[in-house]
C-alpha cells in the first residue's frame, strides 16, 4: 500500500511569515493529494487538493505545489494568521478503486502573535 | 446541522470490554469509512461501508466489525478492548465511492483502563 511521510512534525512561524508543510509518497501511481487542517477538538478539515494531472494549485493564501518525478508534494501557507495553528495532515492515494486515504502522520502548526 | 455527527463524542471502557460507536452520514452521503487516530498520528483506515456493504479493509483485526443501515448511518463495534485501542476513532462520509468529497465527523475519543 502507500505510504505517506510528512515534515516537520512541528512548526512555529511567526504572524505574517510563510510556512511550508512537505509530504513525500511511496506509490508512483497515487494521483489525488489532499490537505486537512485540525483545530484541536475539531474534525479535520479539506483545504485543498490536488490532482496529478496539475503541478500547484492556489487558494487565495494557501497553495499546494506537486512534483510528480520526485514522488513529494507541499503546502504552502503565506501571510500566516494564528487561526492558521492547528495539525495539518496531508494524504495520497490512487483514486481508480480507492475506498481509503492514506494519511502523513501530521505538522502541528504555531502562528506566534 | 446536516454534516456528519458521531456519538458518544467521548468514552472510557475498560480493556476486555466491547464498545459500539455510532455515525451519522452527510445528507446525500451514501458511504462511511472508519478511520483510528492514535495520539500524534494521522488517521488510519479501518473500513468503508457502501450501500449496507463492507467495502474494504484496512490493517485491523476481526474484533474490528461494523455495520450501515438503510438510512446509511453506521456502527464501529470493537471486541476484547486493548489498550492500544484508545484513540479518537473518526468516522467520514462520502456520496458513492469517491474518495475526495471526504466530510469527517468530530471523532469519538475512546479512552481504555
Known amino acids: 500500500g502507500e505510504n505517506v511521510e510528512q515534515h516537520p512534525s512541528t512548526l512555529s512561524v511567526q504572524e505574517g511569515d510563510s510556512a511550508v508543510i512537505k509530504c513525500t509518497y511511496s506509490?508512483?501511481?497515487?494521483?489525488?493529494f489532499p490537505w486537512y487542517k485540525q483545530e484541536l477538538g475539531k474534525r479535520p478539515q479539506l483545504i485543498i487538493d490536488?490532482?496529478?494531472?496539475?503541478g500547484e494549485k492556489k487558494d487565495q493564501r494557501i497553495a499546494v505545489t506537486l512534483n510528480k518525478t520526485a514522488k513529494h508534494f507541499s503546502l504552502h501557507i503565506t501571510e500566516t494568521q494564528p487561526e492558521d495553528s492547528a495539525v495539518y495532515f496531508c494524504a495520497a492515494v490512487k483514486m481508480a478503486g480507492a475506498n481509503n486515504l492514506f494519511f502523513g502522520t501530521g505538522t502541528r502548526l504555531t502562528v506566534i502573535p | 446541522e446536516t454534516g456528519v455527527t458521531q456519538s458518544p463524542t467521548h468514552l472510557i471502557k475498560t480493556r476486555g470490554q466491547q464498545v459500539t460507536l455510532r455515525c451519522s452520514s452527510q445528507?446525500?452521503?451514501?458511504?462511511v469509512s472508519w478511520y483510528q487516530q492514535a495520539l500524534g498520528q494521522g488517521p488510519q483506515f479501518i473500513f468503508q461501508?457502501?450501500?449496507?456493504?463492507?467495502?474494504g479493509r484496512g490493517n485491523f483485526p476481526p474484533r474490528f466489525s461494523g455495520l450501515q443501515f438503510p438510512n446509511y448511518s453506521s456502527e464501529l463495534n470493537v471486541n476484547a478492548l486493548e489498550l492500544d485501542d484508545s484513540a479518537l476513532y473518526l468516522c467520514a462520509s462520502s456520496a458513492g465511492q469517491e474518495i475526495y468529497g471526504y466530510t469527517f465527523g468530530s471523532g469519538t475519543r475512546l479512552t481504555v483502563v
Open positions: 445528507s446525500g452521503h451514501n458511504t
Open positions: 506509490d508512483s501511481a497515487s494521483n489525488y
Open positions: 461501508y457502501y450501500r449496507e456493504e463492507e467495502n
Open positions: 490536488i490532482r496529478s494531472n496539475v
